[in-house]
């Protein structure tokens, strides 16, 4: 059987996942809190750009707005709500990111419904490139392009600047870089930001490619934290690289037989679940928990 | 002399209090759970009675919820999907060889059992944070395997199913003397009750002092000769087999069950009942289970959206996480204090 189709299908898929696992890390690191509310905040910046080009909008003005509403929101919960939570243990961080989750969930429900067969249609769309003889959207090519320049842009924003040293050092120690004069605040304030950005622009591309659903995008966040596990939570360049494989796992359980194809959703979380089983959490940041 | 005997009086104090405390907390469970399905049963019928037997089997999800996370510290995202899997074994035991309901019960409980045995397997190499990441993922593959393969319906073959136009599902049968709506819904407020005293009986015994000192500091339990992996596996074991029994009496209930009814979600949801209900007594997964079914059937019946519920149970966890005591702690503390003062006044 020619696997290629699947792979090149895989490809859109697995650089969503791939930004949303990098989005995720990089929030883990800096502030410890995993945002189940991740995807919920991809899904309100669909649903805006959407709604607003149904309302004959330019679709950039509407990419724009759904990005900086999610960008918003999460710079909203981590300035204001997350530092009341600040000296807790990081499950109870994350429980709490998933209440937001859930809310946000409501909202979209009951805004624009669920199960309502809807797709974010992009400009894109439309282009193709030949990739080893299989024809692929330019979204998809897009999407793997606009990840890898983001996790790059990322990894420069850590090396170069201030604010990814103040990063750098929250992951390793957060109690001693406050200590040392880190303001800590600022800097988590900065990476719930980052993370706002990069779910938006994940919640726009998977319901161009996926659907655009409340439930499907507010879920895209389990695959995402697989991916991530595969990363330890901690590596970039993992979390980068588990996203792809993630995409890749679902892709090609499609060609296999349709009783396994049915179940292709739960193929990264399987994948995860083998991975701490066999490899376990290691020396990644939540090793510490 | 005054050296010997001062520890003998505290001992004896100490020995006696838990005691009293015990048959009070017997007394109350009997009462609490008594009284509040009697007056459901008295005035609640068709949708009511069916929203509250659907709540007493979320109730039992929550006991095991708050069990994992009061006593051990862990974070369990999965209790619904486990509720599932008690029901898919339920049905699958009735259709092969049709036994009593309580053997039917039984399977479930125990089927469940081992399930959460082998979804608690990777609690004894982690905990925190990666153990709710690890359920909550369980939930995820659940929700996408029961969906596609869905519950037995009477059919032939392991999967049991039958043809597309589904006329030839057979229902599980209720127990006789619980045929009727109203008497399903007391033997289901029966067996929770039930239930609470097993957990109850566990949380006061050897293994809920074994789970503390676990929960305190493992090498310091390791030191002090506790068995940590036979006990982590009991306490998922136990918690499995609760929810096992809930997910028979759901299929009791409505006689056959359907995939899309065991979304992840709901075992979020679960655990925002454990929180808001409280999770350090029996009286918080009380009112937590009964607060997770309660308010979206109060929606439906008001005509509000029921995504308004979500919306609800999201800004309630955020709160709640600022209340460790929940719902069902704080009104213990309540008459506790009460108790106190009673006593002090007859002392005086």
Sequence with gaps: MNLLPFVASGVGLGAIYALASVGLVILYRASGTLNFAFGAFGGISAFLAWQLKQSDVPEPIGWIVG???????????????????????????????????????????????????RRLALPTDLNFVVLFGVRLSLTRVIALGLSLAMVCSIGLLLSKTRVGLGMRALASDRNISAAIGVRVVRIESVAWLINGVFAGIAGILLANINRLDAGTLTFLVIPAIAAAIMARLSS???????????????ALLIASSPEIANLRSAGPYIAALIFLMIVGVGHGVGARE | MTEVSQPDTVTLVAQAEPEI?????????????????????????????????????????????????????????SQWALVGVGGWVSLRVYHYVHPPFFVTMLAGGIGASVVGMIWGLPALRMRGLY??????????????????????????????????????????????????????????????????FLVEAHRRSKPGRAWALIRKNEQMAVAAGVRIVFYKAWAFALTGFVAGVSGALLAGLF??????????????????????????????????????????????????????????????????????????????LLAERLYEKIQAQRKS
């Design chain 1, 67 to 117: 990005i900086a509403v999610s960008t918003g929101i999460a710079y909203g919960y981590g300035r204001y709500f997350a530092p009341h939570l600040a000296h807790r243990d990081r499950v109870v961080r994350a429980i709490a990111t998933l209440g937001l989750a859930l809310f946000l969930f409501g909202g979209m429900a009951l805004y624009w419904g669920v199960g309502v067969a």
């Design chain 1, 236 to 250: 970039l360049s993992g979390a980068f690289i588990g996203g792809i494989v993630s995409g890749q796992i679902e």
């Design chain 2, 131 to 196: 153990l709710a990441l690890v359920t909550l993922m369980l939930a995820g593959a659940f929700q996408t395997l029961v969906t596609v393969i869905s519950f037995p319906v009477g059919g032939p073959g392991f999967l049991g199913q039958v043809g597309a136009s589904g006329n030839d599902r057979i229902n599980m049968a209720r127990p006789n003397f619980a045929s009727s709506d109203t008497s399903y819904f007391l033997f289901v407020a029966f067996i929770t009750m039930l239930c609470i």
């Design chain 2, 255 to 332: 006689g056959q069950l359907d995939g899309s009814a065991f979304p992840a979600t709901t075992s979020i949801v679960i655990f925002i009942g454990t929180l808001l209900g409280g999770y350090e007594v029996w009286l918080g997964s009380f009112l937590g289970g009964l607060l997770t079914r309660f308010v979206p059937a109060l929606l439906i019946d008001l005509n509000v959206n029921t995504n308004v519920g979500f919306m609800l149970f999201g800004a309630a966890l955020l709160f709640a996480l600022r209340d460790p005591l929940g719902l069902g702690g704080q009104l213990t």
């Design chain 2, 21 to 77: 405390a015990g048959r009070l907390r017997a007394i109350a469970i009997v009462v609490v759970v008594g009284v509040v399905s009697g007056i459901i049963a008295l005035t609640c019928g068709g949708y009511w009675l069916s929203n509250f037997t659907q709540s007493y089997c979320m109730v039992l999800a929550v006991l095991g919820c708050a069990l994992l996370y009061g006593q051990l510290g862990l974070v369990s995202l």
